[in-house]
């Protein structure tokens, strides 16, 4: 047992000793020792109502105080609810004082004056990067439960940027319980428009593109946004309105299959479009302010990152013929690194990268090009043109051919 606590302790990261605030220090103390934003907040043994509802105007965040007298729960409820505050901020009778009563990896703080004999309890409770601020005798110290290495992120429609839709996650399984619930809690209309068009996830983030116009009837006007939620409890980040997106009375299967790839998270960064038309804009991956705008990208059709390089399908409506280029930009700069002009239509998504390669299907040829220049490596004529996508696997590229499986490496042309 001593072992198993140990290693649950080596599992926290220290990030600070000796923070010495008092009893029960306030917001700004507790944020500059944690560098804790916001999300979903446990205080473990408060008492202390006036200072819970402080904490949690200043913090914007979700909190809920635990403890284990009936009598003090009610009166810290009743001081909230007189004052409004009782929702966003509440507090549970702890009736197990060595159990929390949450699922796992879902909280993101968790603020103790006391903390022995529930550190294993802590370990189970917080998300991955999530904090324990407890108190250490005269002073408080900050630990950091780390990200397992055996979880991954998907950034892209099709996991990364190579296209091929195989995580490496060894975690993830066959769902056995809800981990948490978001909006919308109903889709709009079976027979129209996917209500969501979009869904990746990095940095302990999740971002989605939906329509949140009415669900009592398709014809109501839409209300299209790009959220970020905690992934690992649903807790709204930010939003965005996105002014313009795919016509509503679309039919479900006749979405167009590139709209799904119009949007792309990094650790620190989200690509998207914020109206269908573009340009193409780098969103902070924490509160959504836009970063860069990626000059010529209006009309774009797809986004792909790697190595921080972005690739972009656009369209120029103005030239005759609705000419489409393949793009590449300096992703944290914005500057344009190179083009590829199509001979006629660069097929849906048939971009891929991988290493110091980007391969895509230009109508009846396909090309693998070099990611810093632009400059081709081979190309195989395809004799007709195809609509199937595109993968790398390896230092392989896999895609079918009207039906017959062709497959080439990345160095060689066919």
Same mark, same amino acid.
């Given at each position: 047992?001593?072992?198993?606590?140990?290693?649950?302790?080596?599992?926290? =990261?220290?990030? #600070?000793?000796?923070?010495?605030?008092?009893?029960?220090?306030?917001?700004m103390a507790i944020r500059d020792a944690t560098q804790f934003r916001r999300g979903l907040v446990v205080v473990v043994g408060c008492d202390d109502a006036q200072w819970l509802h402080e904490? #949690? !105007?200043?913090?914007? #965040?979700v909190v809920q105080a635990l403890h284990t007298d009936i009598s003090v729960v009610q009166q810290m409820r009743n001081y909230l609810s007189d004052r409004g505050a009782y929702g966003r901020i509440s507090v549970k009778h702890w009736r197990s004082s060595d159990l929390l009563p949450?699922?796992? %990896?879902?909280?993101?703080?968790?603020?103790?004056?006391?903390?022995?004999?529930? %550190?294993?309890?802590?370990? @189970?409770?917080?998300?991955?990067?999530?904090?324990?601020? *407890?108190?250490?005798?005269a002073g408080w110290t900050v630990l950091e439960k780390p990200r397992p290495s055996n979880i991954d992120d998907w950034t892209h429609y099709t996991y990364d940027a190579s296209g091929n839709p195989v995580s490496s996650d060894s975690v993830a399984g066959a769902p056995h319980s809800l981990q948490w619930i978001t909006s919308p809690r109903y889709t709009r209309s079976h027979d129209y428009m996917a209500s969501v068009t979009g869904c990746v996830s990095a940095g302990g983030r999740l971002f989605y593109i939906v329509d949140l116009g009415s669900h009592a009837s398709i014809h109501y006007d839409s209300r299209w946004k790009l959220y970020a939620v905690d992934a690992f409890n649903?807790?709204?980040?930010?939003?965005?309105?996105? $002014? !313009?997106?795919?016509? @509503?009375?679309?039919?479900?299967?006749?979405?167009?299959?590139?709209?799904? @790839?119009?949007?792309?998270?990094?650790d620190s960064r989200v690509f998207t479009m914020l109206s269908i038309h573009g340009p193409v804009v780098a969103l902070d991956a924490e509160d959504g302010t836009p970063l860069v705008t990626y000059e010529g990208t209006?009309?774009?059709? !797809?986004?792909?990152? *790697? %190595?921080?390089?972005? $690739?972009?399908? =656009? @369209?120029?409506?103005?030239?005759?013929?609705?000419? !489409?280029?393949?793009?590449?930009?300096?992703?944290?700069?914005? %500057?344009?690194?190179?083009?590829? #002009?199509?001979?006629?239509?660069?097929?849906?998504?048939?971009?891929?990268?991988k290493g110091d390669y980007v391969v895509y299907n230009d109508h009846k040829t396909f090309r693998c090009v070099d990611l810093g220049d632009g400059e081709e490596y081979w190309s195989k004529s395809l004799g007709k043109g195809n609509n199937a996508s595109v993968l790398i696997h390896g230092d392989v590229v896999l895609f079918c051919n009207q039906g017959d499986g062709t497959q080439g490496r990345a160095k060689t042309a066919f």
């Open positions: 047992m001593r072992m198993k606590k140990d290693l649950l302790a080596a599992a926290l =990261t220290l990030l #600070s000793a000796s923070l010495c605030f008092g009893d029960l220090p306030g917001y904490f #949690s !105007e200043q913090a914007n #965040s949450y699922h796992d %990896n879902l909280i993101n703080l968790v603020v103790a004056e006391n903390s022995e004999g529930i %550190n294993d309890e802590i370990v @189970r409770v917080l998300a991955p990067n999530g904090k324990l601020y *407890h108190k250490q005798g649903g807790m709204p980040l930010w939003e965005k309105d996105i $002014l !313009e997106w795919e016509d @509503r009375y679309t039919k479900f299967l006749s979405t167009p299959r590139n709209l799904a @790839r119009s949007l792309v998270a990094h209006h009309d774009a059709e !797809e986004i792909v990152y *790697h %190595n921080d390089v972005l $690739l972009i399908v =656009t @369209r120029d409506r103005s030239d005759e013929g609705k000419q !489409e280029y393949l793009k590449a930009f300096d992703a944290t700069t914005g %500057n344009r690194l190179w083009q590829n #002009s199509s001979q006629k239509h660069i097929q849906d998504l048939s971009v891929a990268a």
